[in-house]
């Protein structure tokens, strides 16, 4: 019978696999494993040469699930994502060919360069998990995760992503340069072969899927519940922020935490968790103020802020 240990030992194994391709990555690595296991999609905003693309192929990798890369440029079209109908000379009917969106894994990379529609029809193959082509609606494939990639600095040609649709992404990650020791440890590691060629799946896709009913089990106690939805309120009234978070934001965070603490082994969610999980899930979801854009303070320090002023509930209250 599947339990939080059966989430931890996975999910463990998941991150050991893939920490054997990506080096000091742990905290994006427990992140992207959320995500996963929260049926829910990131947004990967980095600059290039970080590794975004290695990580999602490391992920694929290591749940043996299919997996397709999409190049984002301002000329594709919708039907480049969903696929499109052929008609076939020989039967003399139309024949679906699939999109690449019919992966398990898929990465949408520079998702920013790509016009509005196409954006949005990806977007909303990640919302609804399906696709509707000429009227037929085809189920996209479970597990489903997309991981879309933004760079951060250069702008030109580019289509931000409106906060609407941002607020689609279950999480946003940032992976960082690597510190001088991880540095080094990744010259060494690739210096004879690609580790990426030689992994093995560590879990499987099917498993992801049975899982997710354990993590919707986990506990989260009425005084953590408050919690969660004072933080999102406190991001509704800090004068610093135009646009606080969403209900879909609370939920996210709510999700979120519950597979968090079954990935550490805990059949309950505890404070810790959750403030772990407020910038990655709710940074991108809110509008700083005008005045704020102007002092240069950033959502990340807004949201310290959010932390420092709401009550944190007392221990004797988070266990089941």
Known sequence: MLNVQSVQVSARALQDNIGRVMVGKESAIELLVVALLSHGHVLLEDVPGLGKTTLAKALARSLGCSFQRLQFTPDLLPSDITGVNVFNQKSGDFEFRPGPIMAQIVLADEINRAGPRTQSALLEAMEERQVTVDGVSRPLPRPFLVIATQNPIELEGTFPLPEAQLDRFLLRLSLGYPDSEDERAILRRFRTADPLAELEPAASGEQIVALNAVIRSVHVSDVLETYVLALVRATRENAAVALGASPRGALALYRCAQALAAIRGRNFVNPDDIQTLLTPVLAHRLMPSGQSR?????????LKEVVSRV???????WSA
């Open 311 to 317: 009550p944190v509930p007392v221990e004797e209250s």
């Open 294 to 302: 102007l002092r240069g303070k950033a959502v990340a320090d807004i």
